[in-house]
Nanobody
Framework: QVQLAESGGGSVQSGGSLRLTCEIS????????LGWYREAPGKKREGVVG???????STSDSVKGRFTVSQDKAKKMLFLQMDDLRPEDTAIYYC???????????????????WGQGTPVTVSS
């Protein structure tokens, strides 16, 4: 069973930065997608950014230019650098994994099979 664990969430003021980390227990395919998703109170889970095994990246327009995804393949870790945070970025952030595919990776949340428990991010104005 693949397990994912997020860390790095917290509370910051508007304009601040946070770096989220996701540790992945195992990568079971040469081709894979990894994604960061978020769920704000009362809203559906939405894709933030996706990255595949070739480092192809897809970014939501809402965070483009502010959030940066990266991965350390050797350590099986996924990162999300979040800069210029805004109150509307407040949400629970989840990392997710899908094996056997590659590409844009910013799929509907239902496409991803493995999820972490989430880490909360709160941005105050």
């Amino acid at each position: 069973q693949v397990q994912l664990a997020e860390s790095g969430g917290g509370s910051v003021q508007s304009g601040g930065s946070l770096r989220l980390t996701c540790e992945i227990s195992s990568i079971t395919s040469r081709n894979y997608c990894l994604g960061w998703y978020r769920e704000a109170p009362g809203k559906k889970r939405e894709g933030v950014v996706g990255i595949d095994n070739t480092d192809r990246i897809s970014t939501s327009d809402s965070v483009k230019g502010r959030f940066t995804v990266s991965q350390d393949k050797a350590k099986k870790m996924l990162f999300l650098q979040m800069d210029d945070l805004r109150p509307e970025d407040t949400a629970i952030y989840y990392c997710a994994a899908l094996f056997g595919v590659r590409g844009g990776c910013l799929y509907h949340a239902g496409a991803y099979k493995y999820w972490g428990q989430g880490t909360p991010v709160t941005v105050s104005s």
